[in-house]
């Protein structure tokens, strides 16, 4: 009867890939709000330099597919800075709607 060797691979890759399964998340309401709009304003700013370099790389090839992924992407990002320009103008109006109504209810308005 022939012996089976462990394998260790299987064990190696628990090993490796266990810390990521097993870390835990972070709730989206712990994170700073300002960290958030940071983040998808990097994640724009990044979305938009990829498809430069993207519709560059089609105007250099001659292929039109790459100049039009490229172009994609970088509407997709100034898609995504309006989409965090209007929450921001969002979350200025409500703080002066909610320090008018402060105000008032202070007595000071």
Same mark, same amino acid.
């Given at each position: ?48 330099? *990829? ?32 989409? *965090? ?25």
């Amino acid at each position: 009867m022939k012996q089976q060797q462990p394998k260790d691979d299987n064990l190696f890759e628990a090993k490796i890939f266990a810390p990521k399964v097993l870390a835990p998340r972070i709730p989206m309401l712990l994170i700073p709000l300002a960290t958030r709009t940071m983040s998808n304003k990097a994640d724009a700013a990044a979305k938009d330099a *990829e498809g430069k370099l993207e519709s560059a790389l089609g105007e250099l090839t001659g292929d039109a597919g790459h100049q039009l992924k490229g172009k994609a992407k970088q509407v997709q990002a100034s898609a995504m800075n309006a989409a *965090e320009d209007l929450k921001d103008g969002a979350k200025a109006v409500a703080q002066k709607v909610s320090d008018a109504a402060a105000k008032l209810a202070d007595g000071k308005g």
